[in-house]
């Protein structure tokens, strides 16, 4: 089972800033990888597929980048509404599927 | 559009089962496989199982092998996941959720349900 490591756990971030996420699988997913963000309440949003393709709807504030078993997930500039728990996933190896344990973004 | 729509909130006992539907509507059912996720309270999210809705073929996590089972109605484009033997550590929001085309990245969800295990 490829083991999927989130990090930091919680990341403090002021709106406008930049915020940079990082998951590491402990083995090559290829580009395999998707970025989910999910709110209180709400079930998980596929933001990102591929690594680095935005899902339909996405803003281009998010990207996505790397292969193999670093990715990272890149918010450009904060808005309100994007802070939450994001999850990565990796899809190369399973079953089965396997998350991230989450990195929450709260307000600094 | 794509909705996926969930059974409402259980309350169960230990050692209980419970059955959670989810309906599919706006999409050709038996054209993509279903997965369950299931997430416990203020945890992270837990990968359960697919089930493909054309043949009924399904695959389990290892974690729940002997006590999920996971079962299509092509008639009225739903599926269900039963879970047995229910303790609490099984009290979690359980949702189903769609891949997008060929990937297995999960691009619908359905709103979740939550299965409360207690005495």
């Known amino acids: 089972e490829i083991v999927m490591t989130q990090s930091p756990a919680t990341l403090s971030v002021s709106p406008g800033e930049r915020a940079t996420l990082s998951c590491r699988a402990s083995q090559s997913v290829s580009s395999n990888l998707a970025w989910y963000q999910q709110k209180p309440g709400q079930a998980p949003r596929l933001l990102i597929y591929g690594a680095s393709t935005r899902a339909t709807g996405i803003p281009a504030r998010f990207s996505g980048s790397g292969s193999g078993t670093e990715f990272t997930l890149t918010i450009s500039s904060l808005q309100s509404e994007d802070f939450a728990v994001y999850y990565c996933?990796?899809?190369?190896?399973?079953?089965?599927?396997?998350f991230g344990q989450g990195t929450k973004v709260e307000i600094k | 559009q794509v909705q996926l729509v969930q059974s409402g909130a259980e309350v169960k006992k230990p050692g209980a089962s419970v059955k959670v539907s989810c309906k599919a509507s706006?999409?050709?059912?038996?054209?993509?496989?279903m997965h369950w996720v299931r997430q416990a309270p203020g945890q992270g999210l837990e990968w359960m199982g697919i089930i493909n809705p054309s043949g009924g073929s399904t695959s389990y996590a290892q974690k729940f092998q002997g006590r999920v089972t996971m079962t299509r109605d092509t008639s009225t484009s739903t599926v269900y996941m039963e879970l047995s033997s229910l303790r609490s550590e099984d009290t979690a929001v359980y949702y189903c959720?769609?891949?997008?085309?060929?990937?297995?990245?999960?691009?619908?969800w359905g709103q979740g349900t939550l299965v409360t295990v207690s005495s």
């Open positions: 996933q990796q899809y190369n190896n399973w079953p089965p599927l396997t």
């Open positions: 706006g999409y050709t059912f038996t054209s993509y496989y």
């Open positions: 959720a769609r891949p997008k085309g060929e990937t297995m990245s999960l691009d619908y």
